[in-house]
């Protein structure tokens, strides 16, 4: 069910300087985007098949939300390309993962899902179905 990993999320405080720090690094960031509605913008950098995604929170906690921003400067999550969501959501549910209240939603490429770390050994997972 999983294809691949999309991306590895990093929540940054300061996202202008993160980007030009990694930019120095040798990544090139290919795209920023802004969710005014989750307020948050998102910064990628793609390195093979694989992103790395910085988020950075601009507004107060939304809702559930709340979970993936819990971890600040370090990795957040990890997100697995899936080719149906909605499959692959019933199937990590089979397996005892809690799908996080809201989800599935818009995500910035396509429709995603968030599992409780605490239903997942304590690793945030996303699914995307791009």
């Known amino acids: 069910m999983l294809k691949k990993i999309r991306h590895i999320g990093i929540i940054v405080e300061d996202f202008e300087r993160a980007i030009e720090r990694f930019e120095g690094f040798g990544l090139s960031c290919t795209e920023v985007k802004e969710n005014k509605a989750h307020g948050v913008r998102v910064a990628f950098f793609p390195i093979g098949d694989t992103l ?13 939300d709340s979970v993936v921003r819990s971890q600040k400067g370090a990795i957040n999550h990890i997100c697995f390309e899936v080719d149906n969501l909605e499959a692959s959501i019933r199937d ?32 945030l997972i996303e699914l995307c179905q791009v």
């Open 92 to 123: 990590f549910e089979k397996k005892g993962a809690k799908l996080v209240e809201g989800d599935p939603r818009p995500g910035a490429h396509g429709r995603i899902a968030f599992f409780y770390p605490e239903t997942t050994e304590g690793v």
């Open 52 to 64: 790395i995604e910085f988020l950075n929170y601009t507004s107060p906690d939304k809702g559930h």
